[in-house]
């Protein structure tokens, strides 16, 4: 029997309002930049994936990266790690990474999506996974020892086993003030903080060895995020757990970095890891390095994949496109589970689209 072939990749840019908007040590997010992608199969079934891009000025290139990439693959059978492989052949000379690599990601997750569809299969299904019930953590922006408590009474209320909180800021005195805030109001939830690479290595070691007796559940990404010698450094001298992995921009990336021994844990993005089937080859070196392995962002996609990853960690709940889905994933008992529907299970609110839609 021959495989449906990909007719067509249609893209909608859309600017996503934010519950709150993400302060970082290096700039704030006010709302948040994605592309939608609807991809067509001749025999009619529908895959839905979504890329993002931090900065509103990039989301032109990011539509484009894809437009661009989907010209290649008009006309190609949809199996997904077959797409997959030839993107990054084609791709060779120029390279997949960064905003291309963004695109890569978004395809291979549309196409996955396709697949378990018309298998009329949940996408865990499709990769041989059971679900499961996954541990959320609210994550959210920068906020000082004054505002963080109100943050984490959001936590609290939600039921959400843990919180991550940004931090950075101009003293070590604020930043453990802030966890300490945190920190009360939680009580014995979990506690993570994120760096957003903005410390030097002399400064992170300051600074995380002065958190290293405040209970965190990780210290994310406290330097350069491919500075994996000096993250080794860190992780060898650091009590708490060292997390890299968001920005890990293709295998070979995540493979430097457990050679060097950069990270206790891993989290991964799927778009930048090149999709679920990035995912699969990443799930499975942490397999055998024996890593834990989150999530980052892409709550739909990553409930899936999580099921079917054997270290299977955390699962960030940064949520943005739940308010433009017709059904939205919700926590139940404060865990997250992938709904029983085919593919991805989802399905764009076409009125809340066309209400976030940007034209260039």
Not at 126 to 151: F, I, W
Not at 290 to 308: K, N
Request: proline content about 6%.
């Amino acid at each position: 029997m021959s495989l449906a072939k990909i007719q067509e990749i249609r893209t909608t840019p859309v600017l996503v309002p934010l519950r709150r908007p993400i302060r970082t040590a290096s700039g704030t997010i006010p709302a948040f930049p994605v592309v939608l992608i609807d991809l067509v199969r001749d025999d009619g079934v529908v895959g839905r994936a979504y890329t993002q891009v931090y900065f509103e000025e990039l989301l032109p290139a990011l539509e484009a990266s894809i437009q661009s990439l989907a010209v290649f693959i008009k006309g190609m059978p949809a199996a997904p790690r077959d797409v997959h492989d030839f993107l990054l052949r084609r791709m060779r000379l120029w390279g997949a990474k960064n905003t291309f690599g963004a695109a890569v990601g978004g395809i291979d997750m549309a196409l996955w999506d396709a697949h378990a569809r018309a298998r009329q299969e949940p996408l865990y299904a499709t990769l041989g996974a059971q679900p499961r019930a996954l541990k959320p953590y609210y994550s959210v922006g920068l906020y000082d020892a004054h505002s963080v408590a109100e943050v984490a009474a959001e936590a609290v209320a939600d039921n959400y086993p843990g919180l991550k909180i940004k931090v950075g800021f101009p003293t070590l005195a604020e930043d453990i003030a802030a966890v300490r805030a945190a920190r009360k109001a939680l009580g014995a939830r979990a506690l993570m903080v994120d760096y957003n690479q903005s410390l030097t290595v002399a400064e992170a070691m300051i600074r995380c060895k002065a958190l290293d007796d405040e209970g965190l559940e990780w210290i994310e990404e406290p330097i350069a995020a491919d500075d994996y010698d000096g993250n080794a450094r860190l992780a060898d001298a650091i009590t708490t757990p060292i997390q890299i992995g968001e920005n890990f921009n293709c295998l070979e990336d995540m493979r430097a970095a457990l050679r060097a021994g950069a990270a206790d844990y891993v989290m991964i993005d799927l778009q930048f890891i090149r999709g679920i089937t990035g995912w699969l080859d990443a799930a499975a070196l942490t397999r055998v390095a024996g890593t834990p392995m989150s999530s980052h962002t892409f709550i739909e996609a990553s409930s899936h994949v999580l099921c079917a990853t054997p270290t299977a960690h955390w699962l960030e709940h940064l949520d943005v496109v739940g308010q433009l889905l017709v059904e939205p994933y919700p926590l139940v008992d404060g865990m997250l589970a992938p709904p029983d529907r085919p593919g991805l299970g989802m399905e764009w609110h076409e009125e809340k689209v066309a209400a976030c839609r940007v034209s260039f």
